[in-house]
């Protein structure tokens, strides 16, 4: 049975996420450079990525990085998806083409374990990222593993994990692009360093969002409902941050697409829902600021998650939850996601809810740590 886990417990934990980061950065690094081949990567056509919950939220965010670094089409996907559906339809035209790797740090998640072995019975080359070398990912993938370096945490609210997965990803993406001669290894060896600096922005964006959060969260401690909306990159953002609230404190949050706001979030009848708008600079953001003035016209509270020099959704807004620092759109999904993680971090707080229910009474029984346990091996 997992520990209590406290509000205080998982704002400790985002606040040490950038030093958690930098920690194990090296090791991540070579972590990656050690899990495929030269020869493996060259023959790469396509990435498949597959994981439950917050690895699938990882998955969604690192697809832009893969398809901009790595110039390699990228399809997220969940592990249901993956193993049930698609594993027996994928194409593998040449050998150790394509990869798909699955994602779990536990490594005991069964459906990505399934996933992974059935898309290595097609035929596929695979990859399990994981931090248990001996869990049933790491069997399924028979070896072939990233052994994830997570730093040990006494309780974990799953904000550390989804980062590391997220951060391992970012350097994947950067290794098959330097291997297959998108760009010089010096190139990479700086894409490397920026990645590294985007830790400082998190830590200037913890600092710079904390009490505006915490504020919110006082204000919100009734509302039953939070919508969150991210584009790009960031629609994994969303999926992450209206999943940490669901944890955190039990309320209602839906994870959604920018665009697709307007066509199913905008019929809701309750007027004041707050509706986080996830909108960094980037393509999606004209788009984000035509529907945060609908969102305002039917009477949505918004609050922006925006760059701190932002003047135009900023100024739309009720509140505002700002990133200080420039950083590429591939890589922000690292800092995008902070608002979110604190407003869920102080919501549990504000209304007395412990995060995950404390795995007491019903949720006791089906759940270990993220660890679904009612589910069949796999062969």
């Known amino acids: 049975m997992p520990e209590s886990l406290r509000?205080?417990?998982?704002?400790?934990?985002?606040?040490?996420?950038?030093?958690n980061l930098s920690a194990i950065f090296e090791a991540t690094d070579h972590m990656i450079r050690d899990a495929l081949t030269p020869k493996q990567i060259l023959s790469l056509h396509r990435v498949f990525l597959s994981g439950c919950g917050d690895s699938h939220h990882a998955s969604l965010c690192a697809e832009m990085a893969f398809e901009t670094l790595a110039a390699l089409p990228c399809?997220?996907?969940?592990?249901?998806?993956?193993?049930?559906?698609?594993?027996?339809?994928?194409?593998t035209p040449f050998p150790d083409d394509p990869l798909v790797v699955g994602i779990s740090v536990s490594g005991?998640?069964?459906?990505?374990?399934?996933?992974?072995?059935?898309?290595?019975?097609?035929?596929?080359?695979?990859?399990?990222?994981?931090?248990?070398?001996?869990?049933?990912?790491?069997?399924?993938?028979?070896?072939?593993?990233?052994?994830?370096?997570?730093?040990?945490?006494?309780?974990?609210a799953g904000t550390t994990s989804y980062a590391a997965n997220l951060n391992a990803l970012l350097l994947l993406a950067i290794r098959?692009?330097?291997?297959?001669?998108?760009?010089?290894?010096?190139?990479?060896?700086?894409?490397?360093?920026?990645?590294?600096?985007?830790?400082?922005?998190?830590?200037?964006?913890i600092e710079a969002s904390g009490d505006v959060a915490s504020q919110l969260a006082d204000e919100y401690a009734s509302v039953p409902e939070f919508v969150f909306t991210g584009h790009g990159p960031n629609y994994g953002s969303a999926l992450f941050s209206a999943a940490k609230i669901i944890e955190a404190s039990g309320?209602?949050?839906w994870g959604q697409d920018t665009e697709e706001w307007a066509h199913l979030q905008y019929f809701c009848k309750h007027g004041p829902t707050p509706t986080f708008v996830i909108a960094p600079p980037g393509s999606g953001y004209s788009r984000a600021l035509e529907l945060v003035q609908v969102m305002k016209r039917i009477g949505r509270r918004v609050i922006a998650v925006v760059d701190s020099h932002d003047t135009q959704i900023a100024r739309l807004a009720d509140a505002v939850l700002p990133v200080v620092?420039?950083?590429?759109?591939?890589?922000n999904p690292l800092v995008y996601t902070l608002a979110g993680e604190l407003f869920a971090a102080h919501h549990s707080r504000a209304t007395g809810e412990p995060p995950f229910r404390n795995f007491a009474g019903v949720y006791a029984a089906e759940n270990a740590g993220g660890n679904i346990i009612y589910a069949e091996a796999v062969e």
């Open 108 to 156: 005991s998640v069964a459906r990505t374990a399934e996933a992974i072995a059935q898309a290595r019975k097609r035929g596929a080359l695979v990859l399990g990222l994981t931090g248990n070398p001996d869990g049933a990912l790491a069997k399924a993938a028979h070896g072939q593993i990233a052994r994830m370096h997570i730093p040990a945490l006494p309780k974990a």
């Open 7 to 19: 509000y205080e417990d998982m704002l400790a934990e985002i606040v040490a996420q950038p030093a």
């Open 75 to 91: 399809e997220p996907m969940t592990a249901m998806q993956m193993a049930r559906y698609a594993a027996d339809q994928i194409p």
């Open 176 to 205: 098959l692009g330097e291997i297959r001669n998108v760009y010089h290894q010096t190139v990479a060896n700086e894409l490397r360093a920026e990645l590294h600096g985007v830790y400082a922005v998190m830590a200037a964006t």
């Open 251 to 253: 309320a209602s949050a």
């Open 325 to 331: 620092g420039e950083v590429r759109e591939a890589f």
